[in-house]
Each structure stands twice: as structure tokens, then as C-alpha cells.
């Protein structure tokens, strides 16, 4: 009886996938191969990741596979809190239906120096639909095995309970006035049962769905009945920093306004005009997509899905220091903003500018450059950009919800924000 019951408890633990999650989940590639990863609400192509419970609404899952051919790729979805550690509920409590599903939509390049395959999946579906709101973590994984990850993907499902108001205004800290942006904020919770509104709700505020500068607002400033007042003087203020830097690669037979040389053989390679430093103290207005990515071509394709191509893409930083004083990385939703061996620039003396070389697929791209002193763990998102109050940027409020005795953080509220005055 022992022995059966030691086997059972030994298949239990690998069909959940071993050992549970205990550090918070961010958007990984875990396969070099798996390229220009996007989730997004269907109703609009680079959206928020975000969909309402039992609306209707659908994410769309696209990523490419550059080793080509088929492959049998599996996906499950896992609840996690505000702070993207796993909820410690079963799948049933947060699950309708099954708990993993196949991808079986997908497509081979056509037309293209660089073949590939490329998924889709759109979800919720029959197989899998969330329950309940909150923050979800989206995996996919090989042959059926959760300890071959190919990738993860954060996104949420609201359960609109709450309404809220909110503005982007100059700083209380006059010294901040000039390069940030404060947002200001109130909540009402309505009937809402909220007996510790320090422990019950809390507000993310995120920036151009930048995680890492992301705020956490536990402690309203005041309370006026119902409603949740969040507008100290000192919280919620974030760096303006300039507009994103951009290039565009629709097109690999013309060059755009930031394109220097295409070149075309048994490869696609694309060489950027060489990127100043910018950080002027004056702000001055360009176009960006606030650090979104858009896949596509205008070579005649018309599916840019499968017909756009890729290509190496080559990026040189002008400035007066070196790598004895810091570390440069080139960041963007296009990787997550991830501080990696993959995004970090090379130093040549020769030139005296740093270099990096990318495999991306045809495109819009925003980026930016963030610097890293010597010495120091912290980045600095200013050191080749500024910042600057006028600066156009996206931000999202999240509201959660957690009372006293509950099991799971639900997400009850959500409001976008925009600088924009184009």
C-alpha cells in the first residue's frame, strides 16, 4: 500500500510538471531558434496583452521557429498574483477545461532567404479558458514535457469591478519637474468589500510595458468614502526619457530614413546609420511607437506572417565613453528590455563606437540604448537619450484585489494612459 501510494504521489508530481514555481515568472525565450515572439489582444495588432474574463475577447500567440519543419509544441496557462509568483491553487480553481493544449496552427515561409516556420495560437478556446481574473503566465513547451520550455509570456484577464480615473502630470518634486512624468490616480472600489484598503487593493502602474521601472502602489494617500485616493507627493513619479529611436525594414530593396546599406546575397544584411547620443537638454518631438514592434514587408509579400524575411541587422552607438566605463545594451519590446549577453553592444577601439549585430525579421522597430557603469548593477536609462516631462509614453493601471482570508489575487480593474498629443 505504501509502495502504491509513493508511485502515485511520484506521477502526480511529474504530470503537474515537478517542482512548482517559487520565483516570479517573466517573458523568457528559452530556444535561439524561436524568434519575434508577440502576444497580443486580436482586436489590435502590439496591443496589451489583456483580455476580459468571459467577453469573448482572444490573445494571439505568433512566434517563428528558424530551425523550420514541424515540431510538436504544447501549451498550458498557470495563475499567478500581482507579483507574478504562482498562485498556490490547483488548476481546476482557475481552469474551465483542459490544463494543456497542442499548437496546431502553423505555416512555412515562403519567398524568403531565411526559412522558418511560423506558430499561432489564439486563446482563450475550448481546450483552454481561465476561470477567474488575474495575472496568468502563458507557457509553451516540446513534446508534451514542461522541462523542454521553448518560451514564456505574461498576460492578464480583468474582471472589471472597480472604475478608475487617472493623469499624467509634471512632478511635485520641482528638481523632477523638467524630466518626469507623475501619474496620478483614484479608485472606487464601489460595493466592493474592502475592509484594509492597505492590504485589500493594490495598483501597478507600468510604463510602455516596461516591468523592471514598474511602481506598486499598496497605501492610497487618502480615502474619501469609496473612493481611493493615490496622489502623495513623492509616489508614482517615472523618467520621461525621450522618444524610442526606430528604424524600418518593410522593405529590403529601399532604404529607409535610417537605413545607411542593404545588402542582399546568400543573406540579408542591413546597416543602420550610426545612432548619436541624444540627450540634449532641450525635448524635441519625433514619431515612435513607444517601443512597440510591428512584423511586415512591402516587397510585394502579402503575408508578412510567412513572406516577411529576416536579416542582420547592424547598430553602431557614438559616444565619448568605452567599455572601461560601462556596458551598453539595446533594449525594446522587441526583446523584452532584457539586460543579456544578447543585447549587449561591443566596444571597438578603432572607431570608438559600439557595435551589435541582431537577427530580426522585416519590421518597425523602436529601441533604445541604456547604459550600465562600471562597478554598478543599475541601469541608466537617460545616459544616451535624456529625459524629459514632454516625452509621449503608454502606461497601464492594474488594479488587484486580495481581502483578508482569500486564496488568489484577482485583477478587478484596468485603465490605459497615454501622454500622446499627436
Known sequence: MRRFALCFCIALFFSLGGFAQTTPYTDQVFLPEIKTVELYNTKKAASF????????????????????????FYYTIEHCDENWTPTNI????????????????????????????????????????????????????????????????????????????AEVVPSSDNSLR?????????????????????????????????????????????????????????TNNFQGLNEFRHFDTRSLKLNSDRVSHIYRDTANT????????????????????????FPGNQDGGSDPRVDADYAHMYFMLATTRSDNDGTVYIVGQFNNYRLSDASKLVYDPTDHHFHIQLFLKQGVYDYEY?????????????????????????????????????????????????????
Do not use: C
Open 370 to 422: 541604456v547604459w550600465v557603469p562600471k562597478g554598478s548593477a543599475k541601469p541608466d536609462n537617460t545616459a544616451f537619450g535624456g529625459s524629459h516631462f514632454e516625452t509621449e509614453n503608454e502606461y497601464e493601471i492594474l488594479v488587484y484585489y486580495h481581502p483578508s482570508g482569500a486564496r488568489w489575487t484577482e485583477l478587478v480593474g484596468y485603465r490605459p494612459l497615454s501622454t500622446q498629443k499627436r
Open 178 to 234: 523638467e524630466t518626469h512624468q507623475k501619474v496620478n490616480f483614484e479608485i472606487n472600489y464601489g460595493a466592493l468589500r474592502v475592509q484594509n484598503p492597505n492590504y485589500d487593493i493594490r495598483a501597478l502602474i507600468i510604463q510602455n510595458r516596461r516591468s523592471e521601472t514598474a511602481i506598486l502602489n499598496s497605501q492610497p494617500a487618502n480615502i474619501r468614502g469609496n473612493t481611493l485616493v493615490y496622489n502623495d507627493i513623492s
Open 49 to 72: 496583452p489583456l483580455i476580459e474574463l468571459n467577453s469573448g475577447e482572444q490573445l494571439l500567440l505568433g512566434f517563428d521557429d528558424l530551425q523550420g519543419g514541424s515540431r510538436n
Open 270 to 293: 542591413v546597416v543602420l546609420l550610426i545612432d548619436p547620443t541624444n540627450n540634449q537638454p532641450n525635448y524635441a518631438f519625433y514619431y515612435d511607437n513607444d517601443g512597440k514592434f
Open 90 to 165: 490547483s488548476p481546476a480553481e482557475y481552469l474551465q477545461s483542459f490544463t494543456e493544449d497542442q499548437i496546431r496552427d502553423y505555416s512555412y515561409s515562403s519567398s524568403t532567404i531565411q526559412k522558418y516556420t511560423h506558430y499561432e495560437l489564439k486563446f482563450p478556446n475550448d481546450n483552454i479558458r481561465p476561470k477567474i481574473s488575474g495575472n496568468y503566465v502563458l507557457k509553451v513547451y516540446e513534446d508534451g514535457d514542461r522541462s523542454k520550455m521553448v518560451l514564456t509570456r505574461r498576460f492578464y484577464v480583468v474582471e472589471p469591478k472597480v472604475s478608475t480615473v
